[in-house]
């Protein structure tokens, strides 16, 4: 039977650090991304099954601190190893979408011994000329769920970014949305190329790229950039599904994550 989710603090030096952890059997370590990355959503459940399923919230995003004291991708990468060790979690396998498949990757380019197998759902953190995505930061809020979702009308968009009822509603989901896209535009914006396509091929753990095959904000094409950079990794991509495919098709994303992390 799964457990029902629990909710710690850890400090990683001087930053303290929110994690959900629910599950049981090998530890699996889910870094969220932009968007959606409140509330334990449905396809960790399904992880939960098999893995015991760590979920931090990392700072700049909602009411987690710290982000102020990670000034570039490397003192990222470094501050989620730390948080690794100080959960006392030895080589887990990581999960990371968008900065978070980002972040995976950089940890498993500089310190190899530190995670097991890898999966990047929708990662960022390189550049393509010829397919740039579209610009977040750029997105007017009312067209945000149009650029996120496959079907920007369905229950699960509405669930996931819910239209505000209130002013008041209104105004928390603004602050909210500046911070989260503030933090992210630290280590994306003007281009999210920080030098990662340089270091992809010291990863050395086993590697599943996945990608929806309507993600408007990092194209399907772009799996090719990162499997032909990290010796024996493979591709998937999730048809009919947008930047939010995690949501979108829970059981097919987590069936992929668990029979990559167990065979």
């Not at 750029?138 to 009822?165: G, H, I, R, Y």
Request: charged share 20%; hydrophobic share 45%.
């Amino acid at each position: 039977m799964v457990l029902q989710k629990d909710l710690s603090t850890v400090n990683v030096g001087s930053i303290q650090v929110k994690v959900a952890k629910k599950g049981q059997g090998e530890p699996l370590v889910y870094l969220h991304g932009a968007f959606a990355y409140q509330g334990w959503h449905p396809f960790l459940d399904r992880l939960a099954e098999q893995f015991t399923v760590y979920a931090p919230l990392q700072p700049g995003f909602s009411e987690s601190n710290g982000v102020d004291q990670i000034d570039d991708v490397l003192e990222l990468a470094l501050y989620h190893i730390d948080l690794i060790e100080a959960l006392g979690l030895e080589r887990p396998n990581v999960v990371g979408h968008f900065i978070g498949g980002m972040t995976a990757a950089e940890m498993a380019a500089i310190c190899p011994h530190s995670v097991g197998r890898l999966v990047l759902a929708a990662p960022t953190g390189i550049w393509v000329d010829d397919a740039p995505g579209v610009d977040l930061f750029a997105t007017p809020a009312n067209e945000l769920k149009s650029v996120l979702f496959a079907d920007p009308k369905s229950s699960v968009a509405a669930a996931a970014m819910p239209e505000p009822q209130s002013d008041e509603e209104r105004g928390v989901q603004s602050l909210d949305r500046v911070r989260s896209l503030s933090t992210v535009g630290k280590f994306l914006w003007p281009i999210p190329d920080r030098g990662l396509k340089r270091r992809l091929g010291r990863i050395k753990s086993p590697t599943l790229i996945v990608m929806g095959e309507n993600d408007q904000i990092v194209p399907a094409s772009y799996a090719d950039e990162f499997t032909n950079r990290i010796a024996g990794s493979r591709q998937q991509t999730i048809a009919g599904a947008g930047h939010m495919f995690i949501l979108e098709q829970p059981d097919e994303f987590a069936g992929l994550v668990a029979d990559f992390f167990s065979n």
